[in-house]
């Protein structure tokens, strides 16, 4: 017996918000490789904070480790749908979403996005901190 083909659709159904920004439901069927990337922070890869008090700087910088994590995996972005995004309380969502968008470009498709403030994260120079899903159909 035969698997059957990978496929992700993105819905917005009727009766919840549109939002150009995300998707509200992702489906995930048939034949797909999910990749799963842990939260990261504004480190380079000697682990050193990159932008300390500057959550434009560390959101280029969580969104270049994301990239590199998810090409470890053979995915990238355009395969994301599910971002968790941690900002410490009181840190301005403009720079932060300006260098997501940046690094988004015009893809379609946006994935579904949970955004949350918090009192602190691991380290107290971390500003965001964003952990991702990814599904590559057919490669399951």
Not at 33 to 46: F, I, L, P, R
Not at 67 to 81: C, E, H, K
């Amino acid at each position: 017996m035969g698997r059957q083909a990978g496929r992700v659709e993105h819905l917005n159904p009727e009766g919840l918000s549109r939002n150009p920004a995300f998707s509200n439901v992702i489906v995930v069927s048939g034949n797909a490789k999910t990749v799963y990337v842990g939260g990261q922070d504004s480190v380079d890869a000697e682990g050193n904070v990159v932008g300390v008090g500057d959550i434009g700087a560390q959101s280029e910088q969580v969104m270049g480790n994301v990239q590199t994590a998810l090409a470890a995996a053979g995915a990238d972005l355009g395969d994301v749908v599910r971002w968790t995004v941690l900002i410490v309380a009181g840190q301005p969502l403009g720079p932060g979403f300006a260098a997501f968008q940046k690094a988004w470009g015009d893809r379609p498709n946006p994935p579904t996005v949970t955004a949350a403030f918090v009192s602190a994260l691991a380290h107290p120079d971390f500003l965001v901190e964003i952990d991702a899903i990814a599904v590559i159909p057919g490669t399951g």
